[in-house]
């Protein structure tokens, strides 16, 4: 059951080895020295590397078209200045509405306490 | 009082995030396979970004935190379109996987014959059809070509996790590709 367990984990390193991602070269020893004399870590690391090289060749790279990227650009600016105006007419209706007019009488009367 | 949306914010924006578009583009477009949906993914994505973009840290990685915005606004508004969980019968596709396996490097030298008959959409179709966290790991390494550690900074998970998840989705790749391969008279 061990010798089964470790086995699958050197079955999993068949992957990070096929990718080029085993950073350790004595781990990366061992699983060649493995794949060269393991039939199933062998069929395991064959499965990794035809199985990646099919998708790298044959999936074709899809960019985002440049009509979309000016759609996106465009709805970010338009969202910009929205919230700009929004807090441009907040301070607006602080400056001159009723609110904004109690709010600095409030805060006269606290000065003058003070003064 | 700071005005939130202001022209650096959005020059900041434009200088770190959109960059980053294309990769993100294709990355939806092979999560769901529909190229309006992943036009409409991107859009979500970067908005959302842009209205989050103050909690952004500067000087770490943009296209990860880009990334990870685009698999939440994926699971919440795409996924939720599906009302039954995906399921995956990872022991049948294990045990189809081991009857049709290479046993010999002589089988392997046919195997890889056999792939590069198949087409672009062949294969599309057997990532498209593989559970969410595999196909997610499959398209960084092998289309987009990213490292294991990029991959785990992206997807929020070990890179131990990441090695598995790949080594075992693209077990199931090649059981889908066999298959494929086996309708098409090729095996």
Redesign the interface.
Known sequence: MKDRKKREEY??????LA?G?IQDDALRAEVELLISTD?YI???Y???K???????????????GSE??K???E???S??SK??SD??NL?YRCRTGVVGRLFRRKLNAIKRVFN | MTIKYDGDLYADFEREAVPHMDALYNFALRMTGDSDEASDLVQDTYMRAFRFFDKFEKGTNCKAWLFRIMKNTYINNYRKKTKEPERYDYEEVENYYENVKPSSTEDAHLEKEIFDNLLDDQIATAISSLPEDFRTVVILADIEGYTYEEIADFIDCPVGTVRSRLHRARKMLYAKLYDYAGSKGYV
């Open positions: 079955a999993t390193l068949t992957a990070a990718d991602e039939p062998r069929a395991e064959i499965v990794q035809s199985v990646k090289s099919a998708v790298k060749q044959k999936c074709t790279y899809h960019s985002c979309l990227k759609c996106i650009l709805e970010i600016k969202f910009c919230n700009r807090i441009e301070l």
